[in-house]
Structure formats: C-alpha cells, structure tokens
C-alpha cells in the first residue's frame, strides 16, 4: 500500500497483494490504481495478441470455438464466436440468496483484477482498467451470493461482475439498484464488448470466496487480540490467578501464536512475585485455558493468511495463456480448495473464541462463580437492585450467538457433490466455506462486544466499590478502561442495551480500541 498524503493506494500490476490491502480497498480506505507501465501493459495485450494468433492459425481454442465444461467437445462456429461470452454470463445469471455486501463485493472485484494482472488468461489491458475503474468509482455489480460450487471458479457469482462490464444486469449506485447500462450512460461510460475468451478469464476463477477470505483473515486478526484482552478485563473482574500466563509456564509449550496471546494477557496483568507455590485457586478453564484456545487462532492466522495470499497472488483460471512460452496450458487452477481449507478451519477457531468469551460471561454474571460481584453485573444498589437484572438477558443472548456461532463450523469442504455431467465430479464448496466464515465472524463480533461491556463493567464495579485502585492497573488496562468509558455508560439502572451491543461491534468493525503490537 503507498500513502500519497491523504490517500492510500493499492497499486495492481502482477506484484503480490496483502489480505489487508485487499481490504482497505473494500473499505475504501484505499483508491485501486492500475500500472500503466509499458512493460505490464504489453506482457498483458501479449496474452490476448497470442490467444488472437493461435486463433487465426489452429482455428480451435477451448472456451473460445468450443462449447464450456462437458460441452468442450462441442464446436462453435466461426461467425457465432463472438456470441460465446455473452451465452457464458447469460446462462450463469442464476444466483440466489441475498446480494453481497459492497464490501464483499469490492473485495471480490479487487480479487479478480489481482488474479488477472498476472497475465495467465489472454484478456486485453482495458478489460483490466475497466475493473479497476469500476473499483474507483465504486460502481458495483449486484451479485447473489448462492450458487458457487467453487471449483469450476466461482462461475455464477462471477457471471454478474462480466454482464455489468457488457452493460447488463444491475449495479448498486447511490444506495439504489439500478440497471447497469442506465448507470453507465448516467456515468457517461460505454459498455465494454468482451472478447470471446474474456467472459471465460473474468469467470473461471475463485475471486469471490478469496475475496471474502481476505475480509476474514483481517477480522479475525483484531478479534485474537481482543478475546485477549477481554480474558485480561474478566481476569481483573473475577480476581482471577494472573499466573496462569507466566512466561515461564509458557515457555515450556512451544506453540508461537499461544505463547504471544499468554504474553498479551500477561502484560495487561499487575506485575507480582510469582510465589513459589501459589496458594490461590486454579481458575476455570475458561480463563486458565484462554491462551490455550486463541492461541490456536493465532497459530493458524499464519497458514490461513498464507492460503489466502497464496491464492489471491494467483492465476486461477482456466486455460492458463502462456503467451511468452507460447502455451495454451489446460488445468484445474479454479479449483478452490485451499481457500475452502482455510475458512472451514478459520471458523472453527474463531467459534472457539464466542465459546470461550460466553463461558467467562457466564461466571462474571453468575454470583456463584464471580467472587462478590452484584448478580448480573447489575450497578444498582440499595432497594433498587431488587428490580435491576443488568446483563441477564444478555448473557441469555450470548447463548444463543455462541450457539448459533458453533452451529455455523460445519465443514463446507467435505461436502463435494459431482455436478455439471460429472465434468465437475470433484468441487471445492470454499465459496460455502468463506460465507459461512463470514456469518460466523459476525456472531462472533457479537459475543465479543458482549464481551468488552461485561468486562468492563465488572472492572468498573470494583474499583466503584474500591476493591481495586486504578493504580493497580497496567498502563494497557487503564488505556482500555478509559477508551471503553468514552463510548460506553457505565449500566446502573437497566437499559435496553441493544444500542450499545451496536456501538461496541461498530467500534470492533472500525478497531477502535487499542489492542497489542
Ligand atoms: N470451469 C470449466 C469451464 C466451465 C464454464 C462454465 C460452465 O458452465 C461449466 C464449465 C473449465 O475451465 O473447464
């Protein structure tokens, strides 16, 4: 990403992208700037003048003069070439189920253009400015987000980005869905005639579910460090043994991602002699075992990311133009299955994180569990703590995200169908996978801003009720405390916390609090 003063840049020209810039873009943080070097320009047109050659010289391409899948054996004629592409987006226009978000769909726009900038697929430079002026102006194509099996690439979800580009189907503009070609004209912009491999090379690929893979790896980045630091705030809360996250006791299980979370927790803690044998009680595992369970997420941040990069770096498509070798190479790189591993396991462990934080929740409400705390957290005193119930309902709501998180890690993967007359008889379901990754990442937010008011509300009690003095926090704690207050009142008499629960996942969406380096 290059900073030109205000604004950020994420420059497309073959070289490889991160998850978080493709993020930036979706969120428009960031504006999508195409090379224009003469060298990418040419080796990109060399692809399409190659494909145009063998063309004219071999008279049959696949996918080009011949039908699509099972139907490769059929032959188009010559004067109906031009008319492929068109049948390939038309026939796909099948998508189902709600539209992508316009982040979603930016980011699944920002991948496609990242995988054709590699120059494996025999498309003209401008099909290339096309994309990424649809990026800038933020014209996006409305895409269904059912209907991918992902391993023929993400075929019909895909088939809506190649009909806008030809002026059909719809756009979302100014908050409306609007038709394509009224919004071009409004725009003043022509539509683009696809090639006859183009439609193909914009289709053939997995950008949809490695787009959305892209937006989870970054939130589940930030929601690591913060199932840590609510472990720290509930630690504080249930004057829990801060030695369960002992340097030393971590040295002696080498996993690096747990060792760096039992380090977050650690220095959030008050610094004491570790005694020689400690008289206090073991936690629950949900706070003992906390590095233990983030620590798996953090450990597989570095293969998923890994995956996703890996991916998003690549030519997924179907044939692979080798222009400068002089190759027509045909494969199976819309195949899907890394991303499909990647988010199946990316939302297992995230669950794992809505599991855990329910269960500190659970005992910081609980008078049973939580060390004197009021029942539910509730800052009511006197008689009127009689009619308070402060987070009961919801530590009940909890329940039921976490549920319905848990429910959501069924792996997508496993669930291969053949399709498309046992042409496709092996698909990925990573497009499933990456959804599903994505309905879980958003259950787990909920249980995490849950999370952060809980804790923040049982450090508040304590130091109200002077058990705890400010000075007795970490500087990162304090910091925490004092961010939290700024955007969050403090629950003594009930209230409906809906608006709350709301601002706390916005602040999880924008990363507002400041969590570890
Ligand atoms: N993905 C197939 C092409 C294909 C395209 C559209 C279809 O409907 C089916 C298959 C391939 O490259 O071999």
Redesign the pocket.
């Known amino acids: 990403m290059t900073d030109l003063g205000s604004i950020k840049t994420v420059r497309f020209d073959g070289a490889p992208l991160t998850a978080t810039e493709v993020e930036a873009l979706a969120r428009r943080e960031a504006l999508a700037v195409l090379s224009g070097e003469i060298e990418f320009r040419q080796r990109i047109d060399a692809g399409a003048a190659f494909l145009e050659q063998v063309w004219r010289e071999d008279g049959v391409i696949y ?1 080009v003069t011949t039908g ?3 139907s ?1 054996s059929v032959n188009v004629p010559q004067e109906l070439v031009h008319s492929l592409p068109r049948h ?1 987006y038309t ?2 226009g099948c998508g189902m189920g709600a539209p992508f978000s316009l982040e979603e769909t930016r980011a699944i726009l920002a991948a496609r253009l990242a995988s054709l900038c590699q120059g494996y697929s025999g498309v003209r430079y401008v099909l290339l400015e096309r994309i990424c002026l649809l990026l800038q102006r933020d014209l996006l194509p409305v895409i269904p987000s059912e209907g991918s099996v992902g391993a ?2 993400d ?1 019909t979800p895909l088939s809506y980005l190649a009909a806008v580009i030809e002026g059909h189907r719809e756009l979302w503009y100014k908050g409306e869905r609007r038709a394509a070609a009224e919004v071009f004209e409004l725009e003043g912009l022509e539509p683009l005639v696809l090639q006859p491999k183009e439609a ?1 090379a914009l ?2 690929g997995t950008a949809a579910m490695t787009g959305l893979a892209c937006l989870a790896v970054c939130r589940a980045r930030y929601l690591a460090q913060l199932a840590a630091r609510i472990t720290s705030l509930c630690s504080v809360a249930l004057e829990g043994n801060h030695f369960h996250f002992d340097p030393v006791l971590f040295s002696v299980k080498p996993h690096p991602g747990q060792q760096a979370v039992a380090g977050w927790i650690h220095d959030d803690l008050k610094e004491e002699e570790v005694p020689r044998n400690s008289s206090r009680l073991q936690d629950r595992y949900s706070l003992r075992c906390a590095p233990h369970v983030i620590g798996v997420l953090q450990d597989s941040l570095g293969y998923v990311t890994d995956f996703v990069e890996n991916e998003l770096n690549s030519a997924n498509d ?2 692979i133009i080798d222009a400068e070798g002089a190759h027509i190479l045909h494969g199976g790189h ?1 195949y899907g299955g890394h991303i499909a591993h990647a988010m199946d396991g990316l939302k297992s462990a995230v669950a794992n994180l809505a599991d855990l934080v329910d269960r500190q929740i659970a005992q910081a409400v609980d008078p049973k569990f939580n060390h004197g705390l009021p029942a539910n957290l509730s800052g009511a005193t006197g008689a009127a703590a009689s009619v308070n119930h402060g987070f009961k309902a919801v530590q009940i709501a909890v329940s039921a995200w976490t549920a319905e998180a848990l429910k959501g890690t069924m792996p997508a993967s496993v669930f291969s169908r053949s399709t ?1 007359c046992h ?2 008889d092996k698909v990925s379901m990573g497009t499933i996978a990456a959804r599903d990754c994505q309905r879980v990442l958003e259950l787990v937010e909920q249980v995490l801003a849950a999370g952060m008011l809980v804790g923040w509300q049982g450090v508040q009690l304590r130091l109200r009720d002077s058990e705890l003095a400010e000075r007795d926090l970490r500087p990162s704690l304090r910091k925490c405390l004092e961010q939290t207050g700024m955007r969050f009142e403090f629950l003594q008499e009930d209230r409906p916390l809906e608006a709350d629960l709301h601002r706390a996942v916005a602040c999880i969406h924008e990363r507002y609090w400041t969590l570890y380096d």
């Open positions: 996918g699509y899948g099972d490769c390939l026939f796909h023929s690439g075929l193909l289709m053939n179907n044939p819309f498309e042409n496709q």
